[in-house]
């Protein structure tokens, strides 16, 4: 697995999917991330959110959430972040942390269409 993806938005999805939700006993202590069809998604607590990302490598695994979400929020400073995860470890910025049920056959938990990239809105062209 191997994403470039906003920091922030990667935070504030992390923090909808801590949450418990009603009639649910015990929260989950981990999340799962993975990425594929150029977006990133994290899963915890019956709760899946995602975000559109610049994704190198499709794959998957399982970090602990609380402690995940304050190392992202220690790198309060960056605006971007890649995250590079194999069947040992997750790399982000100088910080390597182990990886719990890597995998790298991902799916998306829906269909997504990934359209064309086109730069005709800054040269204010017409397409």
């Known amino acids: 697995m191997h994403f470039t993806v906003d920091r922030k938005r990667l935070v504030k999805m992390l923090e909808a999917v801590r949450r418990k939700l009603p009639g649910v006993k015990k929260k989950d202590k981990n999340v799962r991330i993975y990425a594929c069809a150029a977006r990133v998604f994290v899963e915890a607590n019956g709760v899946t959110a995602g975000e559109e990302a610049l994704v190198f490598r499709d794959g998957g695994c399982h970090q602990p959430l609380e402690q995940f ?33 890597y995998t790298a056959d991902v799916k998306p938990p829906a269909h997504f269409v990934v359209g064309q990239v086109a730069d005709t809105w800054v040269s204010g062209g017409k397409k």
């Open 69 to 101: 979400l304050m190392l992202l929020k220690s790198y309060s400073p960056k605006e971007n972040v890649t995250i590079e995860a194999d069947e040992r470890v997750l790399r982000l910025f100088t910080s390597t942390v182990n990886v719990s049920d």
